[in-house]
């Protein structure tokens, strides 16, 4: 099923034509605390819905897991939810990857509508049909790939979001640039300030990338995969911090900004991207996102975690280098010593 993908404020008014024709036997929402607090209010002022239960769970990825879903499926239970019910995912990539799955789930799977409120998850993670959760420290391990029913972005919710987590979802539009769009790449690297009003016109563009790349290949049997540029070391990153409490956490953008830089450097020993777009690359990434220093034992910890990757097949670690900025390969190997490497590359920022 395709998603119908909604923009702007306006939105709202499509959102209320199609629930009128879906005809829902009961309507949940699902926020986590910082949604409900920021954006439900707003949400229900715009639908004005008046038949309709709130569900809440914790923010943060740490919550992305069996135990959240395991209380969303006893609530949506106890409270008469059927298969006729509709589950409305009101926050960012933890709600909707997490509400996707919970609905997908639930009595053999259940309609879903996502309200991204996060630039990443407007950007991104809405996007693509990608539900799931983690599994302990390992990402996104359990999941099903379906698409929502409607998607609604409109850029207001940023309103309210910190300004960190503007610029985690920053990281996955510079990621669009790379692997698809050099003059977007170009475009976003001048950008002044990640400000919520400077990124606004840069939004629709990204989300038709990676809407091109995945109706293109929406089991991501080959092109899909350029999406994880940065991602393999990237999500190993983020593991780690997550799992690792002396440090402080990163957030998924930031995790991935170094897995871009860090992949930016294999690329230049595997498949011959230059060292002045490699440079080009770290140095846009520096601009942005703070530097994070890593000790020898945090290194071994992340190439550890490597090892369980999604994408691994048989053993072994593909990953999305570029030859050029946007003209991505996939399913190359690399070498182990070339890790080592790769970190040295991203200190010397
Ligand atoms: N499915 C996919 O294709 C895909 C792609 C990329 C990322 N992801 C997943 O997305 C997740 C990261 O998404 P995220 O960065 O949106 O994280 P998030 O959902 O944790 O949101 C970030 C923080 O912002 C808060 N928040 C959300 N909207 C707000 C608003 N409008 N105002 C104030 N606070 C608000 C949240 O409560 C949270 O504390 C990760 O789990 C990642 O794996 C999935």
């Known amino acids: 099923m395709e998603s119908n993908i909604i923009f702007g404020s306006k939105g709202f008014t499509s959102l209320i034509k199609q629930l009128k024709e879906d005809q829902y036997s009961s309507i949940f929402i699902l926020t986590d605390t910082n949604t409900n607090a920021n954006c439900l209010d707003r949400f229900l002022k715009k639908t004005n819905l008046n038949n309709y239960k709130v569900l809440t769970m914790n923010a943060g990825e740490e919550n992305k897991n069996l135990i959240t879903c395991e209380n969303l499926w006893n609530e949506l239970s106890d409270l008469g939810a059927d298969r006729n019910s509709l589950l409305i995912n009101l926050g960012g990539g933890v709600v909707t990857d997490l509400g996707g799955f919970v609905a997908c789930t639930f009595k053999r799977g259940i309609d879903f509508y996502n309200i991204p409120t996060t630039l990443l998850s407007m950007v991104d993670a809405s996007v693509?049909?990608?539900?799931?959760?983690?599994?302990?420290?390992?990402?996104?391990?359990?999941?099903?790939?379906?698409?929502?029913?409607?998607?609604?972005?409109?850029?207001?919710?940023?309103?309210?979001?910190?300004?960190?987590?503007?610029?985690?979802?920053?990281?996955?539009?510079?990621?669009?640039?790379?692997?698809?769009?050099?003059?977007?790449?170009?475009?976003?690297?001048?950008?002044?300030?990640?400000?919520?009003?400077?990124?606004i016109p840069y939004i629709k563009p990204s989300i038709q990338i990676k809407s091109n790349v995945?109706?293109?290949?929406?089991?991501?049997?080959?092109?899909?995969?350029?999406?994880?540029?940065?991602?393999?070391?990237?999500?190993?990153?983020?593991?780690?911090?997550?799992?690792?409490?002396?440090?402080?956490?990163?957030?998924?953008?930031?995790?991935?900004?170094?897995?871009?830089?860090?992949?930016?450097?294999?690329?230049?020993?595997?498949?011959?991207?230059?060292?002045?777009e490699a440079k080009d690359i770290k140095d846009t990434f520096a601009r942005f996102y703070p530097h994070v220093d890593f000790t020898s034992e945090e290194i071994n910890g992340i190439l550890e975690l490597l090892r369980h990757d999604k994408k691994n097949k048989a053993g072994r670690i593909n990953f999305?280098?570029?030859?050029?900025?946007?003209?991505?390969?996939?399913?190359?190997?690399?070498?182990?010593?070339?890790?080592?490497?790769?970190?040295?590359?991203y200190k010397n920022i």
Do not use: C
């Not at 593991?239 to 002396?246: A, D, G, Q």
């Not at 991505?328 to 490497?341: N, R, S, T």
């Open 320 to 345: 999305v280098l570029l030859k050029s900025i946007g003209s991505p390969v996939i399913d190359i190997q690399v070498p182990q010593e070339l890790f080592l490497k790769a970190f040295e590359f």
């Open 128 to 199: 693509g049909g990608k539900t799931g959760i983690d599994l302990g420290p390992l990402k996104n391990q359990i999941g099903i790939v379906q698409e929502p029913k409607f998607i609604l972005i409109d850029s207001k919710w940023l309103e309210t979001l910190p300004q960190d987590e503007i610029r985690s979802g920053f990281a996955e539009m510079l990621k669009h640039g790379l692997i698809y769009e050099p003059k977007y790449w170009k475009e976003l690297k001048f950008i002044k300030s990640t400000s919520e009003e400077s990124l």
């Open 214 to 276: 995945v109706s293109e290949d929406p089991k991501e049997k080959g092109l899909r995969k350029i999406l994880n540029f940065g991602h393999t070391l990237g999500h190993a990153i983020e593991s780690h911090f997550l799992t690792h409490t002396t440090k402080n956490k990163l957030l998924h953008g930031e995790a991935i900004a170094i897995g871009m830089v860090l992949e930016a450097y294999l690329s230049t020993q595997l498949v011959g991207l230059t060292h002045e």
